[in-house]
């Protein structure tokens, strides 16, 4: 066991992944939070697969990978955040039209693109051990400001998950808000994809904050342990990968449910064996 | 005279040929208890919703504590109102305790961290035990808020209400879901707070008879105010039947009462028994 951990805490290409990884849990096991406060598990799966149109672009037009579809996942945020709205469409429906139309433009626009310009299986699940430099300094600027945007406003985005309208009574810029918080999920979504790939991104985007649900009694308890979970099943799940030679997303994401399952049956157990049930 | 807490002119909300509210124009003073009665429809919800600022009306003219309500103003105005609505919907699934559902209404959680860093935030925690305090709720401060019974939550919410301690209150049904016990307890309590901190509080409630003994008048809405019977007065045979239609009984009530209470909208012959 000790030899194993020197091997993986000594490995150069480990040793690389870490940091960007470790600062990917930090961020998504905060605005995971937010995610299941808000019911927007749907948003992140919407916003992950239209990053496909943003990479297909950067592509295309030879941009930088990363910040371009950083920018189209946070415009189709923001336009899923106005459409419900204005047009009068629910916002289940405009998910799933955004959803498909901007997949299909980055499915277009990848297979016109010289194969070996594009890794598809990385941008589809993900690998941590080919992040470039550059890519951590984009993933370090954008933690940044989410994490000074949670910071800012996450007390005003709890009162709003709680009761949109009261919250709008007490004086909360709900509107603007409102369009803050998908913008900046659309972010997070993003810099997750070069870790869980845009098919497994909605994990790390739930799972952290839903193992913490059945424990957590206040904003910072519950905050403390969707930390804890996220950060466990991202050490956890990259020394699987690096134990079995496995790709280090799906390994992550997997961690992250055997956690889930383990604490929702400890909770089960706990209400249903352990107390006195009611129940018939 | 003291300028009004609240004070409406000529507003109207809803379309031309369907208005919701038309012609209203109403005025309450600071530690006034006023309670609002009137049919399904009337526009009693709108009309709170348009004075907490949630909507804005398309006609008509509002000041709040004598400042004109508008689009600058409403956030700095809303600081010093408490708002119950109505609960339509299931409350979301939100692990938190009661203690951090009354703290959601405290000032700092509506300003910004840079806001928030000049607020006073030393007694917070005693105003949070102050408002569950008021109502009966301390004992389950560290419960889970989704474990509580619908009364229960709807004491967390006024709570909630109260904890930033407002000038003006403004409640929807805020008896829904409580037992006849705590019904009178949250009306004792109201007047309570009219009385001694000069709190404005503008009630929806359907029950006439039960608020009676405690509030200062009642408006009687139904698009606009179709009368406001003050302590003592009697409200008229034809303003019940202009509201609530003619086929409602109309029974003699408590001398001390505002109003005459109707007590069915059924026309006699439809009545039978089982």
């Known amino acids: 066991m000790i030899n194993f ?5 000594t490995s150069p290409v480990m040793m690389g992944a870490l940091f960007p990884a470790l600062l990917i849990a930090v961020v998504t096991s905060s605005m995971s939070m937010m995610v299941l406060a808000h019911r927007l598990s749907f948003l992140t799966v919407g916003v992950s697969h239209a990053s496909l149109a943003g990479l297909g672009i950067a592509v295309t037009l030879s941009l930088p990978l990363l910040p371009t579809a950083a920018v189209t996942a946070v415009a189709v945020a923001l336009l899923l955040a106005l459409m419900p709205s204005r047009q009068g469409i629910n916002e289940d429906a405009g998910t799933g039209v955004l959803f498909a139309g901007s997949m299909a433009l ?3 626009l990848i297979s016109n693109a010289n194969s070996y310009e594009v890794d598809l299986f990385g941008l589809l699940f993900g690998n941590i051990l080919t992040v470039s430099e550059q890519d951590t300094t984009w993933i370090t600027w954008g933690s940044v400001f989410v994490l000074l945007a949670l910071l800012i406003w996450a007390k005003s985005w709890w009162s709003m998950a709680f009761d949109m309208i009261t919250a709008k009574a007490s004086g909360i810029a709900t509107s603007r808000l409102r369009l803050v918080l998908y913008g900046v999920i659309g972010l997070t979504v993003v810099m997750c994809v070069k870790l869980a790939g845009i098919v497994l991104t909605t994990g790390l985007m739930v799972l952290p904050a839903a ?15 969707s930390l804890t979970f ?16 496995l790709p280090s997303g799906a390994s992550i994401i997997a961690m ?5 399952i383990a604490s929702w049956l400890i909770s089960w157990l706990k209400h249903h064996v352990f107390e006195v049930s009611h129940d018939f | 005279m003291n300028t009004p807490v609240v004070h409406l002119s000529h507003v109207r909300f809803g379309s031309d040929k369907k208005p919701v509210l038309e012609h209203l124009s109403l005025e309450v003073g600071a530690g006034h208890f006023m309670g609002i009665i009137g049919p399904n429809g009337a526009g009693k919800s709108t009309l709170l919703s348009i004075i907490a600022g ?11 504590f004598g400042k004109c309500l508008n689009k600058r103003t409403r956030r700095k105005l809303q600081r010093d109102l408490g708002y119950l609505h109505q609960v339509q919907s299931k409350l979301p699934d939100i692990p938190l305790r009661v203690r951090d559902v009354v703290a959601m209404g405290l000032s700092s959680y509506n300003t910004s961290l840079f806001q928030g860093l000049f607020n006073d935030k030393s007694n917070e ?11 009966e709720m301390t004992a389950h401060q560290t419960s889970d808020f989704r474990r509580l019974s619908g009364g229960q939550q709807q004491r967390v919410r006024l709570a909630r209400a109260l904890v930033r301690q407002p000038k003006l209150l403004l409640l929807d049904e805020p008896s829904a879901a409580l037992d006849s016990r705590h019904q009178e307890k949250l009306y004792q309590l109201l007047r309570k707070l009219c009385d001694e901190q000069d709190m404005t509080v503008l009630m929806v409630e359907h029950d006439i008879a039960a608020i009676t003994s405690y509030v200062d008048s009642v408006a009687c809405l139904n698009k606009n105010i179709h009368y406001h019977a003050k302590k003592g007065d009697t409200i008229p045979d034809e303003v019940w039947r202009e509201m609530y239609g003619d086929h409602v009984n109309i029974v003699a009530h408590d001398a001390s009462c505002i109003g005459c209470a109707p007590v069915s909208h059924k026309p006699p012959h439809e009545h039978h028994h089982d």
């Open chain 1, 5 to 9: 951990l020197e091997a993986f805490f």
């Open chain 1, 106 to 108: 980055g499915v277009m």
């Open chain 1, 211 to 225: 193992c913490a649900w059945f424990w957590g009694r206040s904003m910072f308890s519950l905050w403390a342990l």
């Open chain 1, 230 to 245: 996220s950060i466990i099943g991202t050490l956890g799940g990259l020394m699987w990968s690096y134990q079995y030679d």
């Open chain 1, 256 to 260: 992250l449910c055997l956690l889930f």
């Open chain 2, 54 to 64: 949630l909507i804005k009306p398309d006609a008509g003219h509002i000041d709040l």
């Open chain 2, 125 to 135: 925690q005693e105003k949070i035990t102050h408002a569950l305090d008021l109502v």
